[in-house]
């Protein structure tokens, strides 16, 4: 049986859009002290945008995502740049049985396992996997927040079909109180879970309207919106709509180039 999240992030090709979030990946990396031989699981990894350069600070990486495409392109990223200490495995981060207890320092996942279902089951094998007195830290973006990603997923919504019922959005992980609970649920007291609201910016020399393309034709989530717009006629309603906002929230200066702000939540979690 096809496995929905998986189909998700392997329909379109996400190193696209990757490619506008290296320098926010690099510097949130940058803040979470790194040092040479850290044992670090980056998990809903993608091609690399964090996990690259958490092994370029030295640190032993393991990164594991569901899309057999972004595993592929990680590998082949590691290895231009040299990287022996990093490796790329399909996985599913609501069980991480292949990887043994207590035995990572740090576990990232920046935009990644929040879109898994399950939401207990991923902040239990999270906190299985690391070690006491390791870190969870977690990249989430924010439901109802004015900037880029929220309104993009936003819009989207309304023109796709209504979720199955038992669906779990994926913005909860944007809420404290859900977070709290979820790790509370994998025995972590609330008092070991800390909160920062942060800013991701996607940066491209191109100008908006073709980051627009691009989340339409490689974003899973949008690419699903397109399609069902179009059985509808709305194609060209809900294209107008990312337009709009893309354009809105470009800072860049120069319309012939792109600079978004995302804000997000910052999850760490001490176990």
């Not at 299985?128 to 390791?134: E, K, L, Q, S, W």
Request: glycine share 10%; aromatic share 8%.
């Amino acid at each position: 049986m096809m496995n929905a999240n998986k189909a998700l992030w392997e329909k379109g090709d996400f190193t696209v859009l990757a490619d506008t979030m290296r320098e926010s990946g690099s510097a949130l990396v940058a803040q979470l002290g790194v040092t040479h031989g850290l044992k670090v699981l980056d998990l809903g990894c993608g091609d690399g945008t964090t996990a690259l350069p958490e092994a370029q600070l030295g640190a032993d990486v393991l990164g594991v995502d569901i899309a057999r495409n972004l595993v592929a392109a990680g590998n082949v990223r590691a290895k231009a740049a040299g990287l022996t200490n990093l490796t790329f495995q399909e996985g599913d981060g609501t069980d991480l049985s292949e990887l043994a207890d207590d035995t990572l320092d740090l576990v990232v996942s920046i935009f990644g396992v929040m879109f898994a279902p399950r939401p207990f089951d991923v902040a239990k094998e999270m906190v299985r996997v690391t070690r006491p007195g390791g870190r969870i830290v977690m990249g989430n973006w924010i439901p109802g927040d004015p900037t880029l990603v929220a309104q993009i997923l936003k819009i989207s919504s309304a023109y796709t079909p209504a979720p199955p019922e038992g669906f779990i959005s994926p913005m909860l992980w944007g809420v404290e109180e859900q977070v709290i609970e979820r790790f509370g649920a994998a025995g972590v007291s609330k008092e070991n879970i800390s909160f920062i609201k942060d800013t991701f910016t996607f940066n491209a020399s191109y100008p908006t309207a073709i980051l627009v393309s691009n989340f339409k034709n490689f974003y899973g989530p949008t690419m699903n919106a397109f399609e069902a717009a179009e059985k509808n006629g709305k194609a060209a309603d809900l294209q107008r709509e990312l337009e709009a906002l893309f354009a809105s929230q470009n800072t860049s200066g120069n319309e012939a180039t792109t600079s978004i702000p995302a804000k997000f939540l910052r999850v760490t979690v001490q176990c």
